[in-house]
Nanobody
Framework: QVQLVESGGGLAQTGGSLRLSCAASGRSFSSYDMGWFRQAPGKEREFVAAISWTGGRTYYADSVKGRFTISRDNAKNTVYLQMNSLKPEDTALYYC???????????WGQGTQVTVSP
C-alpha cells in the first residue's frame, strides 16, 4: 500500500502561484494513477486533476483547466500540482491519492491547506 504526504500549501494572493507536492512511500508508486482532490469548507470533496501511472495522460476539472498542471517523477516517488492564476475559489484542503483515472481509491492523507486571498 502507498502512503502519501502532501505539502506545499500556504497563503497566496489572487493571481499568484503555488506548487503542491505529494511524497509517496512504497515501491509500487509508479504502478498507480494519481489524483489531486480538494475540499472547501462546507462543500464536498471534488476532483482537481489526475495523471496516469506513466505520466502520459492527464485529466483536469474544468474549473482548473489551463491554470493547474499535474506531473509526476516516479524516480522520486512524487506527484506535483503546479497551480497558477489562483483564485479565491481555489481555497481548499488539497489531497493526493491513488486513483483509477479520475476516481480516487485508497486512503486519504492529511491534506495541505491552500488559501487564496482576494
Amino acid at each position: 500500500q502507498v502512503q502519501l504526504v502532501e505539502s506545499g500549501g500556504g497563503l497566496a494572493q489572487t493571481g499568484g502561484s503555488l506548487r503542491l507536492s505529494c511524497a509517496a512511500s512504497g515501491r509500487s508508486f509508479s504502478s498507480y494513477d494519481m489524483g489531486w482532490f480538494r475540499q472547501a469548507p462546507g462543500k464536498e470533496r471534488e476532483f482537481v486533476a489526475a495523471i496516469s501511472w506513466t505520466g502520459g495522460r492527464t485529466y483536469y476539472a474544468d474549473s482548473v483547466k489551463g491554470r493547474f498542471t499535474i506531473s509526476r517523477d516516479n524516480a522520486k516517488n512524487t506527484v506535483y500540482l503546479q497551480m497558477n492564476s489562483l483564485k479565491p475559489e481555489d481555497t481548499a484542503l488539497y489531497y493526493c491519492i491513488t486513483s483509477q483515472g479520475t476516481r480516487p481509491f485508497g486512503s486519504w492523507g492529511q491534506g495541505t491547506q491552500v488559501t487564496v486571498s482576494p
